[in-house]
């Protein structure tokens, strides 16, 4: 690999992040990053580091894409394969008590360097920077290094908020986490200025306040003044050393110690009695301060870290450079750096006059009882939130945006949809339930359903409904825990009047004279549990509900995470007792991540029609929807258990209506402006979740053998039954056109032939559209 200074400009911040290529002429060729295929990834050598790379066409819509886009990129698939131990270490490495700490700053193991990434942010909140975390000389100190030709940036922003009236700005990332996540343990203790340890973040010192960091003392871009208007700002730079300032030859020269200062000044000689002396971390923080003077809206107040407390912010009991990380860090448990705390914020002073010219130098909980919605209009941003909140997995992530075409097709015209999410205990799906559910105005959460209607009279003339009906119309209905259902000793009951509900229309007469009629209806409902759902499925009642499945199986690694979390978790709560102040156990980014949630909700409901006519989709979108529907309709068919006369299946067209709404709602989630691969994708996988069963499980089996078939016996194999009982299904499958019958034809007539089973053509070609050139097997 070239070195970084002898590569033409355009390629510096590739070579600076291990991306290996050689230069042809006016390109640069070499080894994708991103899927690894050599010979493919193509960098233009006079542009300003555009780049592309023929296999996977990562990056932009059309493929590729500017440097920043190749940084973000770097970052994100970093980030998503960072194992968990190497959290750990750094964690440890760094001084921090919570491993989540450096993930929730992003933090991400290069997949090129295998060198920690740390990302920058402007003032818009967006990437345009990523630092290595590396050690240029083996056997010295590891450095931040930015990525060559980029302008530097402020580590935190992605937990900024300019609601909070405070904000602590640190001298580098690390002393801004181990500052982040003791003010995230701790809350000042009522009426005195003692810091008592929660373990709630929402309400703790961050509720009110906003930690961010500068690359060093002496960065700190005019742009940013911008981001603080009206809070109180406080400086903690580091206890530096002075330095001393030569007039002569008009440099910065670092004094030996705290002794006495040099008679002459160490890089010209010139006598340094006219010289002024000043700590640069001091020097920083005064220019620091000036520019948010400058700004148009100026902070209301700015701080300063005083280490000595007589202005000079300079302790010589203190090794030069010793920061707050080095303060905090002293101490191995949370109660001593909160005390810790206590003294480095008891050291903060207004900054001088003769600093800035002419100045001297509560939101409402987000742990409340009640969330509120925050307004929110771009997917995007709330994946992103999420991937904060939790471990974000592609079963969570395809699961969110099919909750939210759910409702956002509330109120459209034809079939509506009604979606079951399934997964194994603790995997999120309470968690996305919840943040649904903050947007009351356009969600209903039901934990338990017993009936939508009720007949009770709290007034003479029965005027006054208690029916669940009333409160979920024009709304999304979501049960998080739909296993009760199954124990319900009405269950039949409900589901009838569910079905009767999802038609738009419900009737109810009672005994003692009082009957209502609903009409018009729109209702989708969201219904979450384990698999034991299935149960549900039974195409003699009509099934209504597609599926959604965030993960059938446990892994192992997500596993292990959530438990590292939820430990923690329990951890720092040792001592703490509920007390009736509204602390919640949810972090500040699962409050986030669910109010912004709740905000994305009320941007699809309160522009659902036109953001529904913005989308464009193809007859050929629409075709794949109705082969869909119409396989989803043969294999969830089940023989009837109550007579055997009549062979029934349930006609496809609620299926692909619902499939093709699902479609464009999912196209309006994700803000794509036409149902292209990626949302077909997603339908795709909702279809083969809605149909999975025993029926699949064969039909995948028997589209394997192609036109060999399989033996009846080898059938019930592989399905885990006996002959005898699969015989019953295989002869329903072959009735409603699944599967046939044959004897193989090996030229001569043999009596003991046995007949086969193999798939009908039409049911190969719906098997095939429906995986659309998948591999058979893979679910």
Sequence with gaps: ???????????????????????????????????????????????????????????????????????????????????????????????????????????????????????GYNPAGKLCNLYRYTDPRPGHRRLLLATPGLPVTLFGLDHYSPKRPEVYVCEGPWDGMVLWETMRMGKWGPGVRELLHTASPSASLLEDASVVAVPGCGAFAESWASLFPDARVHLLYDNDYPRLWCRACRRSHPCAGPGPLPGRCPGCGAPTGDSSVAPAAWTGMMRAAGVLASAERPPSEVYYLDWMGDGSNHDPALAGGYDVRDLLTEHADIDGRLRALEGLLAKTRPVPADWVKGRSGRAVSAGAVLLEPEECTSWEALRTAWRKALKWTEGLDRALSVMLAAVASTGHVGDQLWVKIMSPASTGKSKLCEALSVARRWVEPWSSIRGFHSGVKTDKAGEEDHSLIVRIANKTLVTKDGDTLLTTPNRDQVLSEGRDLYDRVSRAHYRHGLARRYENLSVTWILC?????????????????????????????????????????????????????????????????????????????????????????????VEACVEMGTFVSHIRARPSRKQDEVTEREMSARLANQLTLLAGCLAVVLQRPSVDEEVMRRVRQVALDTARGKTLQIVQYLHRLGPTGADPMAVALMSGDTEDRQRPLMQFLARIGVVEAFLPDNGRIVRSARRRWRLTGRMRGLYETAYEGRPVGEL
Excluded at 545 to 569: H, K, N, Q, V
Excluded at 613 to 620: F, H, I, T
């Design 1 to 119: 690999m070239p070195e970084v200074s002898k590569v033409p400009a355009a390629l510096r911040p590739f070579v600076f992040h291990g991306v290996s290529f050689e230069i042809r002429s006016h390109e640069a060729v070499g080894t994708c990053p991103f899927c690894g295929r050599e010979g493919k990834f193509s960098i233009n050598v006079e542009s300003d580091g555009l780049w592309r790379c023929l296999t996977c066409a990562a990056g932009s819509e059309r493929g590729g894409g500017n440097l920043l886009t190749f940084l973000r990129l770097l970052h994100e698939h970093s980030y998503e394969q960072t194992p968990g131990h190497a959290y750990e270490m750094l964690a440890a490495d760094r001084g921090l008590l919570d491993t989540s700490t450096p993930v929730l700053w992003g933090l991400a193991k290069s997949l090129l360097t295998d060198e920690w990434l740390l990302p």
């Design 529 to 621: 549990g384990t698999g034991s759902l299935r149960l549900l499925d039974a195409s003699e009642l009509g099934e209504r509900f597609l599926s959604c499945y965030i993960m059938e199986t446990i892994d192992p690694e997500l596993e292990r995470d959530i438990g590292r979390r939820s430990a923690y978790l329990v951890r720092n709560s040792f001592g703490l007792m509920v007390n009736g102040d509204g602390e919640t156990s949810d972090t500040r980014e699962m409050v986030a991540a669910k109010r912004l949630t709740a905000g994305y909700v009320c941007h699809l409901r309160e522009d659902a029609a036109g953001l529904m006519r913005q989308v464009q989709m193809s007859d050929e979108a």
